[in-house]
Nanobody, 130 residues
Framework: EGQLVESGGGLVQAGGSLTLSCTVSGGRFSAYSMGWFRQRPGMEREGISC????????EYSDSVKGRFTISRDNALNTLYLQMNSLKPDDTAMYYCKPVQTYWRGGVSYCRLLPASAHDWGQGTQVTVSS
């Protein structure tokens, strides 16, 4: 189904910003709902944001709502995550992956759960210092 390559991570001070990118090669990017996940030290990987395959629907976990913004460019097969007001608790490895899609009233929505297609990429590390 193709490869996922995340980039844009780094070291930033609390209150700072970063923009992550995820490029998908192979498969039909525009047909996937896409999501961002992260794994904080000592914790399970969690879904934090997703963007539906159509209808421009987005979802955010409570931990990032209001601070992070997800977007996508289907022409470039790329998913983005703009992260503002970063906190030390945002320190994690960040991953992208297709996510589950459901339909309601002819509109697609996404869930913060990984879909079966695509293996996980290598991720990009975000470290927020206090």
């Amino acid at each position: 189904e193709g490869q996922l390559v995340e980039s844009g991570g780094g070291l930033v001070q609390a209150g700072g910003s970063l923009t992550l990118s995820c490029t998908v090669s192979g498969g039909r990017f525009s047909a996937y709902s896409m999501g961002w996940f992260r794994q904080r030290p000592g914790m399970e990987r969690e879904g934090i944001s997703c963007f539906s395959s159509s209808g421009n629907r987005t979802e955010y976990s409570d931990s990032v709502k209001g601070r992070f913004t997800i977007s996508r460019d289907n022409a470039l097969n790329t998913l983005y995550l703009q992260m503002n007001s970063l906190k030390p608790d945002d320190t994690a490895m960040y991953y992208c992956k297709p996510v589950q899609t459901y339909w309601r009233g002819g509109v697609s929505y996404c869930r913060l759960l990984p879909a079966s297609a695509h293996d996980w990429g290598q991720g990009t590390q975000v470290t927020v210092s206090s």
